[in-house]
């Protein structure tokens, strides 16, 4: 006996599930739907399920539509926030990696700003999606999402230097703005990615031009890991995006910060094991302040931070 | 037959959608422009540059707001942390009214960031209609939902788009953003009679219209917003404004986007059509 099609779907709720289930199911190689559902029967007779067939296209045909544009509009946005990682891993690669990441970690938010949010430790968990460049791939993963936080993470207000003089280091706390990442990498991401962009503008393939798509296409980042780790903060400084080298001591320092420790515990750490004479070491950390005080990186520390309203005043608020 | 209370009887004339590639032309030049309408959700931001090139925006021009995720058609109920959100990014510009469209388009938690097509329904038509009402409570200020254009009809649809949309209106009590190009992409894919569409929405509750371009495949159109208004669609605009009158009125482009002029030549083609046009760009 023939096996019962399962009844057409009634509910608003049993709908949308289905159709959802279907349009955020990945494309086939050559960018059409799936012809075989989860249980192996006809996709076909699935879409059959929900939506009427007209004179030109069938069932099939215009729930392909939506599956289409769903993959088009999430691998763009996708492919916008993570070029960089295009360029390390290929082209092919890089839709590949993109369809298995949007798989498991579809957009769960309004904005599509968020997408990336899991990457790095999908790629950690999968390094088969970026071998034989895994490091490198990390490394620069890290780096874009840094640069998505960087570009419009909520600041704080920075801290007033007078009353951090006027607290002793040993209870003094001083957290970091939100939109300040730090990276300790394996490689020189920010020359890495200077240098490619600095190239692919010499080559045109920035442009519109039909022969730029080749070059395009071509366009690799390829790099051996640095000698020694590379400390970069990712930040955001006047409305843009920027990268800053830290020397090793600075980086321990603005982490331990980070992570709650009370500036004078924080200063020892971070020149713990430190050739520096005391002088020396605390003439770098007063410049560093200075510059990171210049740079409004400084705020107060989580725990005593009140609920922000966004950067500017609300017109007629 | 002016303005209404769904646009908070304003007298806006002809918008443009304030797009990323026009930002320096605009600021730098302070072209004469109605009005510019803004994607609600570039803007949902605590800090960064979009929102202070809108707060410059905003010194200068009137801005409404138009959002593409609030999904009022979804089964389930909207989300507080996003309405809260969009209700500060409404103090800030001072829109005078909101519109999104009345499609679904996430389940479970999880996010098509497509607009997705209604099943025609009594039960969507009261689900809908709820989750107008909410937004419209929480926000406090005018609703106007828009049709989307679709490429899917529904085994489970009860009635036509245009019965499923006076049915929503009328018991969410919200208003309408007519989108004339969306009811031309969808009545040449589901095969019905634009004219009959326009025809049966209730002129009282227009706030706003949308004009757009589209592209034509083989067996069916797609929304494109790429190209200038098509001819079919403009007889349309001319029907629809004879019916419900001088309505603020907003072209799309928002893919392949032409200099700042071109979209605005292209939007001020609108002036021939509505009645007793005094747009401040004209």
Redesign the interface.
């Known amino acids: 006996m023939p096996k019962a099609s399962p009844p057409k779907p009634v509910k608003l709720a049993d709908v949308q599930r289905l159709m959802a289930e279907a349009v955020m199911r990945p494309l086939r190689r050559d960018e059409g739907m799936q012809t075989a559902w989860k249980d192996g029967s006809p996709a076909a007779e699935v879409a059959a399920r929900i939506i009427k067939p007209n004179d030109r296209l069938s069932s099939f045909e215009r729930l392909q539509i939506y599956n289409q544009q769903y993959w088009w509009r999430l691998l763009g946005a996708f492919g916008e926030d993570f070029w960089a990682l295009r360029a390390v891993v290929g082209t092919r690669k890089f839709d590949q990696l993109a369809v298995a990441y949007l798989e498991s970690h579809g957009s769960q938010t309004w904005t599509m700003r968020d997408l990336g949010k899991h990457l790095e430790a999908f790629l950690r968990a999968h390094p088969e999606l970026t071998a034989p460049h895994t490091r490198l791939a990390l490394d620069v993963v890290r780096v874009e999402w840094a640069r998505v936080i960087a570009f419009d993470e909520p600041s704080q207000p920075v801290l007033d230097p007078q009353k951090i003089a006027a607290i002793s280091p040993d209870g003094l706390r001083i957290g970091l703005q939100p939109y300040l990442t730090l990276l300790e990498l394996a490689h020189p991401v920010d020359a890495l990615l200077h240098k490619f962009k600095e190239r692919r503008i010499e080559t045109g393939a920035f442009s519109n031009a039909v022969a730029a798509t080749t070059t395009r296409r071509r366009a690799r980042i390829v790099a051996r890991p640095s000698r020694r780790p590379v400390h970069l903060a990712v930040h955001r400084h006047e409305l843009a995006v920027y990268y800053k080298r830290l020397e090793p001591e600075a980086y321990r320092l603005l982490t331990a910060l980070r992570d709650g420790a009370p500036l004078a515990d924080a200063c020892a750490s971070a020149f713990a094991g430190s050739k520096d004479l005391p002088t020396t070491s605390a003439e770098k950390i007063q410049r560093w302040f200075a510059t990171w005080m210049q740079l409004g990186w400084l705020c107060p520390p989580a725990s005593d931070r009140r609920p922000q309203a966004a950067e500017g005043s609300p017109r007629g608020a | 037959m002016p303005a209404n209370r769904f646009n908070a009887f304003t007298e806006y004339g002809i918008g443009l959608g304030l797009r990323i590639p026009h930002y320096a032309h605009i600021l730098e030049r302070k072209p004469l422009v109605d009005w510019f309408e803004i994607i609600s ?1 570039n803007y ?9 090139i809108l ?1 410059q925006i ?1 010194e200068q021009y009137r801005v409404v707001q138009h959002g593409v ?1 609030m999904y009022f058609g ?3 109920r909207p ?1 507080r942390d ?1 309405l809260r959100k969009l209700k ?1 990014l409404t ?4 829109t005078p009214w909101i519109s999104d469209h009345l499609c ?1 388009g ?9 607009l ?1 097509p209604m ?1 025609y ?1 009594w ?2 038509v009261e ?1 809908t209609a709820r989750n107008i009402r909410e937004v419209q409570d929480f926000l406090e200020i005018p609703v106007a939902v828009e049709n989307v254009s679709s ?6 649809s009860e009635m036509t788009e245009w019965e499923f949309l006076s049915e929503v209106v009328e018991r969410a009590d919200c208003g309408i953003l007519l989108d004339v190009n969306n009811i031309y992409v969808s009545s040449k ?3 019905f009679d634009p004219y009959v569409y326009l025809d049966a929405v209730a002129p009282e509750r227009v706030a706003q219209i949308h004009i757009a371009g589209h592209t034509k495949f083989e ?2 159109l ?1 929304d494109t917003h790429d190209h200038p208004v098509l001819d079919p669609v403009w007889k349309m605009y001319r029907h629809a404004t004879k019916r419900v009158g001088r309505t603020a009125t907003l072209l799309e482009w928002d893919d392949r986007i032409p200099s700042f002029d071109e979209v605005h030549r292209e939007a001020l083609k609108a002036n021939k059509f509505l009645p007793h046009a005094k747009s401040l760009a004209a």
Not at chain 2, 44 to 52: C, F, I, K, N, Y
Request: overall charge negative; glycine content about 6%; proline content about 4%.
């Open positions: 959700e949902m931001l605590d800090a960064g540059r979009p929102l202070h707060d905003l995720s979804n089964a389930s989300n996003h500060r103090k800030r510009t001072q679904w996430s389940v479970d938690g999880r996010f098509t960031h497509d997705l099943p329904t039960e969507a689900t490429y899917a009809e529904f085994h489970v894919n589901h095969g067996r069916y797609l």
